[in-house]
């Protein structure tokens, strides 16, 4: 029986959220697919560009939702009745 995969099967892949029999499975499928393989590939350099592109929020951004979340708890509750 020949095993079909879908991008999203490979991108599942990529982010390591594949079972052991679906990564056997898929491991066996880019050795003798050459366009998955290529996907794959694809995948791999766009999972290290967002890695390379990830930033920290600065310091006043954080301090800016705490304080909005602190103000917000502090707001009278209303419940439906």
């Known amino acids: 029986m020949i095993q079909t995969f879908t991008q999203h099967d490979v991108i599942r892949y ?22 998955m393989l290529e996907f794959y590939l694809d995948m791999l350099d766009v999972q290290a560009g967002l890695d390379r592109s990830y930033r920290q929020p600065s310091e006043r951004s954080i301090d800016k939702v705490l304080a909005y979340s602190r103000n917000t708890n502090k707001s009278p509750q209303f419940h439906a009745v």
């Not at 990529?14 to 366009?35: F, K, P, R, S, W």
């Open 14 to 35: 990529v982010y390591q959220e594949t079972t052991e029999e679906e990564n056997l499975l898929i491991q066996d499928g880019l050795v003798h697919d050459a366009e």
